[in-house]
């Protein structure tokens, strides 16, 4: 069936049914629509750019420990960050850890889920910028923190990080764990020195139920060098509305 403005050189038109090439213009442009309001969210989550794409179907498998890696992240999503309850990835350079917590979540972020990602000095600067806000207190900044729903935080025990950096880290590890929310920690360090940088008590909160990782293989960025990520566009509420 085809409306007016789709009708064929003869002119006849149709008065039952939808226009078909009405409805795949429409099918299209909702799906455009969504595909970049998830962009938004992926935005506003904090997920690095570079990782959007990122899903587990993209991780490494080649060995018997990387496929219980990717196991463990499945099991993750699929209980909704309950099992386990925390993931602390920990390993050299390169080795894929940040591209499995983004694929973690981007799933959470499908899963309709609040999701937030900062590096340990990101984290810092974002609680010490309601230092001057008037509108959004630290206290409140916090505790949305504490509230969201999976919560990654990167680069941990960089430099062991300042007074300011660990004491922002580690008290928002603690309420998250009162508050019976996943934290997935990322660091290029050894379980010796992530010790030495959170402590034994906080530690061992983060291992209560949840897991660590090891990613103790070579690099795989070689593999990837040279390769570009997709610009994608950024939603724009009002344009949906046109």
């Avoid at 699929?78 to 499995?100: E, M």
């Avoid at 960089?158 to 929310?181: F, H, K, P, Q």
């Avoid at 379980?191 to 070579?218: A, N």
Wanted: proline share 4%.
């Amino acid at each position: 069936m085809q409306c007016k403005r789709h009708r064929g050189s003869d002119g006849v038109e149709f008065d039952v049914g939808p226009c078909v090439p009405c409805v795949e213009t429409e099918t299209l442009r909702v799906a455009q629509a969504a595909a970049a309001h998830f962009r938004y969210t992926q935005e506003q989550a904090g997920v690095p750019r570079r990782y959007w794409q990122a899903t587990l179907d993209g991780l490494i498998t080649a060995t018997a420990a990387q496929h219980e890696m990717k196991a463990v992240a499945e099991q993750f999503i699929a209980t909704d960050g309950h099992k386990p309850s925390n993931l602390v990835v920990i390993g050299p350079l390169g080795g894929g850890k940040t591209f499995l917590a983004c694929g973690i979540a981007n799933a959470f972020l499908r899963n309709q889920r609040s999701v937030r990602y900062f590096t340990v000095a990101a984290l810092s600067r974002y609680v010490r910028s309601t230092w001057s806000k008037r509108e959004q207190s630290e206290e409140k900044a916090f505790k949305a923190l504490v509230n969201a729903h999976l919560v990654i935080i990167d680069e941990v025990g960089a430099l062991y990080g300042t007074s300011v950096e660990l004491g922002v880290l580690v008290n928002l590890i603690d309420a998250r764990y009162g508050n019976g929310r996943p934290t997935i920690l990322l660091g290029n360090i050894t379980i010796d020195e992530l010790v030495q940088c959170l402590g034994e008590k906080t530690l061992d909160r983060l291992k209560q139920g949840g897991r660590v990782l090891v990613f103790d293989w070579p690099s795989r960025r070689p593999q990837f060098a040279g390769d570009e990520f997709k610009e994608e566009p950024i939603y724009q509420p009002e344009i949906l509305h046109t």
